[in-house]
């Protein structure tokens, strides 16, 4: 069974950071693609970062670029997304995602999700 479960979100102010994590099991970890999604009330699901180690892929949405960064350890089957210099707007759920392979931008394309972690940023 796939599981990817996330942790690491709650409250922090802004211009501070967090680090979320996703622990993954039930697939070849190193064959997915993961994605960190996010998304608020109303909005659509927004492509925040993916990696893929299997082509050495790593890309990042444009308000988060030189912001967040993505990384994994394929020892522990996880996948990290380091958020600096937060701002307000990025309060949301995160949700990381895994697909085969390679990124993808459409969610929908994302056949596993994990249930999402709560980022609040206070001005």
């Known amino acids: 069974e796939v599981q990817l479960v996330e942790s690491g979100g709650g409250l922090v102010q802004t211009g501070g950071s967090l680090r979320l994590s996703c622990a993954t099991s039930?697939?070849?970890?190193?064959?997915?693609?993961i994605a960190w999604f996010r998304q608020t009330p109303g909005k659509e699901r927004e492509g925040v970062a993916c990696i893929s180690n299997s082509v050495g892929q790593s890309l990042y949405g444009d308000s988060v670029k030189g912001r967040f960064a993505i990384s994994s350890n394929s020892a522990k089957n996880t996948v990290y997304l380091e958020m600096n210099s937060l701002k307000p707007e990025d309060t949301a759920v995160y949700y990381c995602a895994a697909i085969d392979f390679v990124c993808r931008s459409a969610p929908d394309e994302y056949p596993y999700w994990g249930q999402g972690t709560q980022v609040t940023v206070s001005s």
């Open positions: 039930g697939f070849l970890f190193h064959d997915y693609a």
